[in-house]
């Protein structure tokens, strides 16, 4: 037998060998594409700064009752700015037979007179609330503190509009009351003996 032969009689073994492994693999599950998993790197998330000591961990109200003083950020101030201080040293040289309170609230030296009866109504509240964020610049008071004058120094944002509503609703709420009302402007501040004088005068109308 010659080699051409053989290699003709292995031929059609062949072509039926490779016709089986196509068959094979055709009925072979196909894999499902998926996407190479991507390494997660995580970082490290920063620690955050230390809140300075003088401001407390928010972990209640500050208005609580419960809360310390190291946890209030509060601080002194004075009551008084540099030029009613100069005033006010003028208001006691001036009237040295008085007692010269400054800053003092409406609601400490105004009362709601028949109170009762405005409460009955529902006016009260109202009332007391139209005085109670008020206050004025001095209060003048004798020894008995029986109230001589109350006393403004303006400066200059009493010539804007709102603040000039306030002055007259607090102008009433004394005139009401029966208080006299003083006003000088802090530019033009004048001097022990100008105030004596005006408060002479102021004394003498209310005498006649």
Request: with cysteine; proline share 6%.
């Amino acid at each position: 037998m010659n080699v051409s032969g053989i290699i003709s009689g292995f031929l059609p073994l062949l072509l039926i060998f490779l016709a089986l492994q196509l068959l094979v693999k055709s009925f072979r599950p196909k894999k499902r594409w998926r996407p190479k998993s991507r390494k997660v790197v995580q970082f490290n998330k920063p620690e955050p700064a230390e809140a300075p000591q003088s401001q407390p961990a928010q972990t209640q109200s500050l208005a609580s009752h419960k809360t310390l003083a190291a946890d209030l950020p509060y601080e002194q101030r004075k009551p008084l700015t540099a030029s009613e201080a100069v005033f006010y040293y003028r208001l006691v040289k001036a009237l040295p037979q008085c007692i010269i309170l400054p800053q003092v609230q409406l609601s400490s030296f105004i009362k709601l007179k028949n109170a009762a009866w405005y409460v009955r109504l529902g006016n009260s509240y109202a009332l007391h609330n139209r005085i109670a964020q008020q206050s004025v610049d001095y209060l003048v008071c004798l020894k008995d503190f029986t109230i001589v004058a109350a006393v403004e120094l303006d400066d200059r944002s009493h010539a804007n509009k709102a603040r000039q509503k306030l002055d007259i609703k607090k102008e009433e709420s004394l005139k009401a009351a029966g208080i006299a009302l003083v006003r000088w402007h802090a530019e033009q501040m004048p001097s022990a003996e100008a105030i004596y004088k005006r408060f002479s005068t102021e004394q003498e109308t209310v005498n006649e």
